[in-house]
Every structure is written in structure tokens, then in C-alpha cells.
């Protein structure tokens, strides 16, 4: 059984940092497209990031340079650091895996707020 | 970046009624869509992936046809269980957008 499992998340002041973790089990992260997807309060879906089985990476616009994805084949666990947190990433954060997103975490809240 | 567009945002449904959601790309995407649900709480769930396969274990009530620009997700005889939100999701090109999502009331 593929289990996704963020943490990470919580509490952080306008300007500040923070790491998402994403372990996995059941399913190879190195060997699978992983992405990050993003939802906030009352709103819709926002695909964030995503990183191929090759180590390619892309992101949208709304984060590129200030989020980076990385993953640690060892550990099997994917990671989002997340820079320049603003009061508008206040969201849900989940990690997802596969092309066509078949397998989700339980998502880990992150707010942004002073 | 392609634009998603969902069409309705909202509707209203009894159960038993057929229903079907439209989805947009703003350029071809071939036929590299999914589908999702979503309900309150929760992860998505991965319905329909490449415009038309249905995901392992999803009844066969939900298909999913289009190709290129135009997209729809229809449920033959909506269930209690189906009242949720649909998004639509482009895989074709990179950054990967979804739609703005299609919530399903109960009428």
C-alpha cells in the first residue's frame, strides 16, 4: 500500500522559512514524478512544483524562486523549502505522486501570519 | 502557462441525474488530462487520468472523453457518494495547471 506522509508544517512570520517533508512507503520516490500542490483556506487546487524521476524541475510562476523541491533517495522522502514565505502561501500543502497524481498525502497546514 | 477553465463552477444535482463537467485548455494538451475529487477535508482523488482511463477502483459510473482543448468528465447516475468538487488537471506541459474546480450540490 503507497502511503504519503507530509510534516513540516505550522506556524511562520511573513519573511521566514520553512521545509516540508513528504516520507514515502510502498512507492519509490526517485523512481516517480512527485509534486507539491497547494490549497488554500476555501479555495481551489494550485499545482506548485513538481520533480521528474530524471531530477528535473519545474514550478509555477507564483513560487518559482522562492520554493525549491528536492527529494533524498535514501530516505525516500521528498522536501519543498519554502523562502520569502508572504501571507498569501497560507495553505494546505500536499505531496502527491506520479504523472497523473494517483497517490496524495493527508496534507500539513502551513500559516503565514504575524 | 495553459489556462484550465471549468464549466459550471456550481451545480446543482438530484441523485440519478447524469452529469457532466466541462473542462478547457487554453492550447492542446493532447489527451494528457486527469480528473480528481475532492471532499471537504480531504486529499484529492484521481479519477480519470490521459482524458479517458479511469483510475483502478473508481466505479464505472465516471468516464472521461476529449482530446486537444475540450475536456468532459460525466457521471452517469450521480450517487450520495458524488456530491463533492471536480477539478480538472493539465499534464502536457510544464508548470502543470488545474481548473478552478466544479462543486456538485445536492438539489
Known amino acids: 500500500e503507497v502511503q504519503l506522509v507530509e510534516s513540516g508544517g505550522g506556524l511562520i512570520q511573513p519573511g521566514g522559512s520553512l521545509r516540508l517533508s513528504c516520507a514515502a512507503s510502498g512507492f519509490t520516490v526517485s523512481r516517480n514524478y512527485m509534486s507539491w500542490v497547494r490549497q488554500a483556506p476555501g479555495k481551489g487546487l494550485e499545482w506548485l512544483s513538481v520533480?521528474?524521476?530524471?531530477?528535473?524541475?519545474y514550478y509555477a510562476d507564483s513560487v518559482k524562486g522562492r520554493f525549491t523541491i528536492s527529494r533524498d533517495n535514501s530516505k525516500n522522502t521528498l522536501y519543498l523549502q519554502m523562502n520569502s514565505l508572504r501571507a498569501e502561501d497560507t495553505a494546505v500543502y500536499y505531496c502527491?505522486?506520479?504523472?497523473?497524481?494517483?497517490?496524495w498525502g493527508q496534507g500539513t497546514l502551513v500559516t503565514v501570519s504575524s | 502557462d495553459i489556462q484550465m477553465t471549468q464549466s459550471p463552477s456550481t451545480l446543482s444535482a438530484s441523485v440519478g441525474d447524469r452529469v457532466t463537467i466541462t473542462c478547457r485548455a487554453s492550447?492542446?494538451?493532447?489527451?494528457?488530462l486527469a480528473w480528481y475529487q475532492q471532499k471537504p477535508g480531504k486529499a484529492p482523488k484521481l479519477l480519470i487520468y490521459d482524458a479517458s482511463t479511469l483510475e483502478s477502483g473508481v466505479p464505472s459510473r465516471f468516464s472521461g472523453s476529449g482530446s486537444g482543448t475540450e475536456f468532459t468528465l460525466t457521471i452517469s447516475s450521480l450517487q450520495p457518494d458524488d456530491f463533492a468538487t471536480y477539478y480538472c488537471?493539465?499534464?502536457?506541459?510544464?508548470?502543470?495547471?488545474f481548473g478552478q474546480g466544479t462543486k456538485v450540490e445536492i438539489k
Open positions: 502527491a505522486g506520479d504523472v497523473a497524481l494517483a497517490y
Open positions: 520533480i521528474y524521476s530524471g531530477g528535473s524541475t
Open positions: 492550447q492542446s494538451i493532447s489527451t494528457w
Open positions: 488537471q493539465q499534464y502536457d506541459t510544464d508548470p502543470w495547471t
